[in-house]
C-alpha cells in the first residue's frame, strides 16, 4: 500500500453490502406485510383544513343561534344576534390562527 492510499477500493462498493441491503429491504417489506403496518402518507394537514372549515361554520353560526336565542328570550332583537355573531367570528378566526401555527408534518 502506498502512503497516500486510503486504502478503499475505487471501483463501486462491495457485493455483500449490496446484497445485505435487498436483504434487509426484503426483510422489512415481509415485516411490513406481515404486522400490517405499511407506511401511510401524513393527514395531518387534511385534518387541519377539515378544522379550519368547520371553525368557519360553527362560530358564526353558533354566535349567531345563542344571539337569536338571546334576542327572543330578552326581547333585544337584533342586537344580541349581531353582537354574538360578531363574536363568534372573532373567536373562529383566532383558533384558525392557532390551527395555521400548527406543523402539518
Excluded: C
Amino acid at each position: 500500500m502506498a502512503a497516500g492510499d486510503p486504502g478503499q477500493d475505487p471501483t463501486g462498493g462491495d457485493d455483500r453490502l449490496t446484497s445485505l441491503d435487498e436483504r434487509l429491504k426484503q426483510a422489512r417489506h415481509a415485516e411490513s406485510i406481515r404486522t400490517g403496518k405499511t407506511e401511510r402518507p401524513s393527514t395531518k394537514g387534511y385534518s387541519q383544513g377539515n378544522r379550519v372549515l368547520a371553525e368557519l361554520i360553527a362560530g358564526p353560526s353558533g354566535g349567531a343561534l345563542v344571539g337569536w336565542l338571546l334576542d327572543r328570550w330578552l326581547n333585544t332583537a337584533p342586537w344580541g344576534l349581531l353582537v354574538l355573531m360578531v363574536l363568534g367570528i372573532g373567536v373562529a378566526f383566532r383558533n384558525i390562527i392557532r390551527i395555521s401555527n400548527e406543523r402539518p408534518e
